[in-house]
């Protein structure tokens, strides 16, 4: 199998972070959106990563997909829960993680076109999603050691990646300071070998 990847895509991170924890081998082939030879819609037709190509060529998207597929790899070690209640509560933390990413990269590309085209209106509400979001993670985190009945899984993992987005494109939001559980949380899971292996380089 192989992952087709970029180093600061936090989609991507999540299912890196799957891979590594769950021992799962995947070949990570980095790629570069931008360039005109990049192989992704050869297996993705949203042109997005991450992609994983599995061994007869056919492909796997988004991360969620991708997610479900390796944790379901090996029989070991769930971190999406079989249990129906706790797998929903899961995955809702890995919606709104996602989603505060989606947000946030959106304001990032508005503030990346040239300074009269941009709209401070679209930045201003993918911000509130951002707020709104990060307010909401925080608040169900409270001062609980894991997001989901106290044990690690998909959720954690989705909420450090999202974090650590922040901490490379947003160091001037102050997140730590304002959200004091995330900070708490996102300092236990940079600890695992899993978080350093993949955490992103500032390009
Ligand atoms: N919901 C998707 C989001 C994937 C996504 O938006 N990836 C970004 C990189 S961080 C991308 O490929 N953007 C290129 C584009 O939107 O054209 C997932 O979870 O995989």
Redesign the pocket.
Known sequence: MKLLY?N?????RKVRIVAAEKHIEVTMVPVV?ADPDCP?NDYNP?????VLILADDDSL????VIVEYLDNRTPLAHLIPQEHSARVWVRRWEALA?GVC?AA?AAVMEGRRPEAMQDPAIIAKQMGKVERGLQTLNDDLGKNKWCVNNTFSLADIALGCVLGYLELRYQQLGWREQYPNLARHYADMSKRPSFRQTAPVVQ
């Not at 949203?46 to 991450?50: A, D, H, R, S, W």
């Open positions: 970029s600061t895509s936090p989609y991507a959106l992704v949203l042109g997005k990563i991450p998207y988004d991360s969620r996602d989606d990269i």
